[in-house]
């Protein structure tokens, strides 16, 4: 019989934990019994956020890979294992390819990808190596690890000026059935989750009235997504071994227009 990945007592790297989506996953997971290591910022809120339900905090900058490999073996090595990376970090610009003031830059377009694409990479290619050496959950289901990403539906329907965003977030969505298939016979699993609009961030403080016109295309419910129904669809993802290889929209519904 198979038997999902109980999360009491895991081990757990949430990057991007000092907020938003990330923080509430941390959250969550500490919540369901797993021990949980955030990783984010030097600046951010994470050892508050951390010492709020019993984690660890380590200071990294996902676009320093070298610094990166160093922060989750530290990691690892305080959680005594790992078991489950969520990882939220990521942003974007605002520029079309072709604009008033000539084309797009290289610069800030290799940018986003980098802290985005190459960062998530990052992040998944190391946390394997370290998912690879435990002991499997079941003879019948070999599972040893998790591996949980975040892309966008600007990955699907980009909209103007997310020519970059859109590149980084649509690698990540498109990583995720060749990389579970890479890490199949490891017993390692790979997905992603694609989020709307969600209140986190700038998005924050948006006032009401713009944060109707942003959602109106939403099929139900026409609002903003709040991180902890990201967090309950990350956790969703731990617990159900048939989900792999896929990237899951979390949108109510929604299809971003052209602008």
């Known amino acids: 019989m198979e038997v999902p990945m109980e999360i009491k007592g ?5 990057f991007g934990g000092a907020s938003g989506m990330g923080r509430a996953t941390a959250e969550l997971l500490a919540a369901r ?5 955030v990783l984010d910022r030097p600046q951010s809120a994470g050892a508050e956020v951390a010492a709020g339900f019993g984690g660890s905090f380590h200071a990294v900058n ?19 294992g790992l078991h489950v990376t969520v990882t939220t970090a990521g942003g974007g ?4 390819t072709l604009g008033k003031e000539g084309p797009h830059d290289l610069e800030s377009f290799q940018a986003v990808l980098n802290l985005n694409t190459v960062a998530t990479f990052n992040i998944s290619r190391l946390a394997a190596a370290h998912m690879a050496r435990n002991e499997a ?8 690890g998790v591996i949980v990403n975040t892309a966008s539906i600007a990955a699907f329907e980009g909209q103007i000026g997310q020519v970059a965003y859109t590149a980084a977030k ?7 059935l060749t990389m579970a298939r890479d890490l199949g016979s490891f017993g390692i699993r790979v997905l992603a989750i694609a989020p709307s609009l969600f209140s986190t961030g700038a998005t ?19 609002r903003m997504g709040r991180p902890e129904e990201y967090a309950k669809l990350a956790l969703a993802i731990v617990d159900n071994p048939m989900l792999n290889g896929q990237c899951l929209r979390l949108d109510a519904g929604q299809r971003f227009a052209p602008r």
Request: aromatic share 2%; proline share 4%; charged share 30%.
């Open 137 to 144: 959950e079941d003879e019948d289901t070999p599972e040893r």
């Open 170 to 176: 649509a690698a990540i969505a498109g990583m995720c």
């Open 204 to 222: 924050v403080n948006v006032p009401e009235e713009m944060s109707k016109a942003l959602v109106k295309d939403a099929a139900f419910p026409k």
């Open 33 to 37: 019994g797993a021990e949980v290591a």
């Open 10 to 14: 895991k081990k757990a790297i949430v």
């Open 62 to 80: 996902v676009t320093d890979f070298a610094g990166t490999e160093s922060v989750i073996a530290q990691a690892v090595d305080q959680l005594g």
């Open 93 to 96: 610009i605002a520029k079309r």
